[in-house]
C-alpha cells in the first residue's frame, strides 16, 4: 500500500528530547511527559540591499526554526536536557530523592526534539528538531485546583550537515526510539 499523500497528522503522541554533548554526538531519548503541545515556525532573517531609490538584492541568513513545548507534569531528566545543570539522586526506595540543581554559570545546552503524532492513514507523522536550545522562558506553575504545566520555548538551527529539521511520514507507526 502507498504512503497516503498528504499524511494527515493528528493530536501529539509523543515528545522526546535528546542531549546533544559538546562534540556533537546526539544522546539517549528523554521523554517529555504528557505533551501537550509541540509547535514550531520556520523562521530566516533577510537583508536588503537598497540603491537608486529601490530594492536591487534580499539575501536570507539561512533557515531556523522557533519552537514551543508544553507538557503536563514534570520530568527532571528532561528538563535537565532543555536547562543544562545538575541533578543528583539520593536515597534508596521508597526514599528516593532527586534534586535538580541550576546555577547561575551554567549555561543552556543544545539538544534534540522529537515529537510524533498520529496519521490519518495509520501510520504516524515524526518532526525532528536538530540543534535547539531554549532561548526563551522555561516555565512551571503550581496553581490551585490544576495540574503542574511545564513550558520551553527556543530556537533550532542547523546541525553539522547543515539540516535544521526533518518532517517524516511513516507508513506505519513507529515509535520514536
Known sequence: MALADPALPFGLRDVKVRPIDSAGVVGTSVDLPNGRTFSFTETEDFEELRGDDKTVAVRGKGSGVD??????????????????????????????????????????????????????????????????????????????????????????????????????ANETATAIT
Open 67 to 168: 519552537w514551543d513545548l508544553e507538557a503536563g507534569g514534570i520530568s527532571l531528566a528532561a528538563y535537565k536536557v532543555i536547562a543544562g545543570g545538575t541533578s543528583t539522586t539520593t536515597g534508596t526506595t521508597p526514599n528516593i530523592k532527586t534534586t535538580f540543581t541550576k546555577k547561575s554559570t551554567d549555561a543552556r545546552p543544545y539538544f534534540q526534539v522529537e515529537g510524533q503524532a498520529i496519521s490519518d492513514s495509520g501510520g504516524d507523522f515524526h518532526v525532528v528538531l536538530r540543534r535547539c536550545r531554549a532561548t526563551g522562558d522555561l516555565s512551571g506553575e503550581l496553581a490551585d485546583g490544576a495540574f503542574w504545566l511545564t513550558g520551553a520555548s527556543g530556537r533550532a538551527i542547523g546541525d553539522s550537515t547543515d539540516t535544521v529539521y526533518d518532517l517524516i
